[in-house]
Structures are given as C-alpha cells and as structure tokens.
C-alpha cells in the first residue's frame, strides 16, 4: 500500500488495538482470541488525495481483495477538496484469512487515514 499511496512525509502516528472476535468493540484479555485493528493517517497533499486512494484501490484489486463502498465526492465549496474512500477485503468476513483494509481521503487536514484489521487470531502459547 505504501507504495502505491507514495505518501510525501512519514506516516502519523499509528494506533492498534486488540479487540475481541465476533462483532464486539470489548478489549480482549491476553487469553482470548482477538481482532488487530491497526490505523495511522498517511501525509498527502489535498489536490492529490484522490489519486492516492485511486491507486491504492487499484493495487488492492489487482492483489486480489474485493473493493467495495467506493465513493467519490466533489469538492463541497470552492475552498474544499474532493473526497474518497473505499473498503477492500480478502476472503469471507468469518473466515480464518479474512481481512479488511479501509482508506478514507476525507480526513481533515492533509491526511489519508488508512485502518486494516486482520481476522479472528488465537493467543500465543505462553
């Protein structure tokens, strides 16, 4: 992805978290299986946002992942920028190799936020 986005600085700050399988928001404990969710903002200028997420879009689809939820919005006012976004997954939302990858062009300031989280993994054995 990083490639495809050619992001002009060095990513934000990233966040994961661990949350529990299975359709909750609740951290899960060390014990129990659980989602990785991780999300950083890539530094893209406005006028190219767009195009970013584009390309990433592109380079998903060609890995193989099924993109859906595209949009694309013009600018709102003359001192806006047009928006995208989309949702790319791989296998079936349930699956062991199911995950998801969301981009969204539409964060404030010159950012491209990008979330990934990966299927239900067990704890390692301690």
Not at 16 to 30: H, L, N
Not at 88 to 103: I, K
Request: aromatic letters at 6%.
């Amino acid at each position: 992805m990083r490639d495809a986005a050619a992001p002009q600085g060095e990513p934000g700050i990233p966040t994961t978290w661990f949350v529990k399988c299975r359709g909750t928001v609740t951290t899960a404990q060390p014990q129990e299986p659980y989602v990785l969710n991780f999300s950083a903002l890539l530094d893209v200028p406005p006028a190219q946002r767009v195009g970013v997420v584009r390309r990433v879009r592109d380079a998903l689809g060609a890995r193989g992942l099924t993109i859906s939820q595209y949009q694309e919005s013009p600018p709102k006012s003359a001192t806006d920028v047009p928006t995208a976004s989309f949702r790319a997954d791989h296998g079936t939302e349930g699956s062991a190799d199911h995950y998801t990858v969301l981009l969204d062009s539409g964060y404030p300031g010159t950012a491209v936020s990008v979330a990934v989280s990966t299927p239900c993994l067990a704890p390692t054995a301690a």
